[in-house]
């Protein structure tokens, strides 16, 4: 396991932006319902959290094992952890919740603006996606791939909270999420500035091993068992469709997603 202080620092390269706007609420899903907070849980989004210092952060309650494993991997905490009894997490998630004996109530992170993107940026676009696990595991992939960001709408997709940071496992500290009301205008938008826009569609003709990549690149990715709607497909410059060799012929959006990205970054 790799130590946070020794691991590689959050500096940007190419396609990678920072984003620190001055008293900016999140739009979309969480300030819709109102949430003034989100809940992280687990080691992986409690530690990347704490690591993140534009993560603002209210209460953290771990165990004594949690706790001090924070403080062996992280050093001196942002914040001081209440210690509690699991049974005490357990109380507030559920007893389903794989908490590791960490809990920690933060700030939501910027809304960055797709206009504030770089030419280079390599962005995913979701269409619709609202299992949290589906989107939380593709966070996960987009921060293992150097993804830009994530574009996704204000309605038909889950809170960056609970569940879905948890199967981020921290991706969401690295990825950050373009909140848009309108997808296909944002893909017109992005289209408009050079960026390649390539829609995944199962039926397509062109294999994803032949679409030329670009310095500006769109990933759009439809929800499982719908796919792209008609409008987000118009707004793609090209549909590509993964191809299988084995018995079962697809896989669900977060592996596709992993797969998809892969074929695109092996020469960026």
Not at 172 to 184: G, K, M, S, T
Not at 192 to 213: C, H, P, Q
Not at 230 to 248: H, K, N, P, S, W
């Amino acid at each position: 396991m790799t130590s946070r202080r020794d691991g590689p620092p959050r500096s940007s390269g190419p396609g990678r932006f920072r984003y620190r706007p001055q008293g900016h609420r999140p739009a979309g899903p969480a300030a819709r319902e109102g949430l003034d907070h989100v809940v992280l849980y687990g080691w992986h989004p409690v530690s990347e959290a704490l690591a993140n210092t534009e993560r603002g952060l209210h209460r953290l309650l771990a165990t004594e094992n949690g706790a001090a494993r924070l403080r062996e991997e992280l050093g001196t905490l942002r914040i001081e952890p209440e210690l509690v009894k699991p049974s005490a997490i357990n109380a507030l998630l559920g007893p389903d919740a794989v908490h590791q004996g960490l809990y920690l109530e933060a700030e939501h992170l910027p809304a960055p603006g797709i206009d504030s993107v770089p030419q280079d940026a390599l962005l995913v676009a979701l269409d619709q996606i609202t299992d949290p696990h589906n989107v939380g595991a593709i966070v996960r992939t987009a921060a293992a791939f150097g993804v830009t960001a994530i574009v996704t709408t204000a309605r038909h997709a889950p809170n960056a909270t609970g569940v879905m940071a948890k199967s981020a496992s921290g991706g969401l500290e690295h990825v950050p999420l373009i909140v848009v009301r309108n997808l296909a205008e944002a893909l017109i938008a992005l289209g408009e500035r050079g960026f390649t826009r390539i829609g995944l569609d199962s039926e397509a003709d062109t294999n994803l091993d032949a679409v030329k990549t670009a310095a500006g690149m769109v990933v759009v990715l439809g929800a499982e068992g719908k796919g792209l709607r008609q409008r987000t497909r118009e707004c793609c410059d090209v549909l590509a469709r993964i191809d299988f060799t084995g018995a079962i012929r697809s896989v669900n959006v977060s592996n596709a997603a992993a797969i998809s990205l892969y074929a695109l970054t092996r020469g960026r």
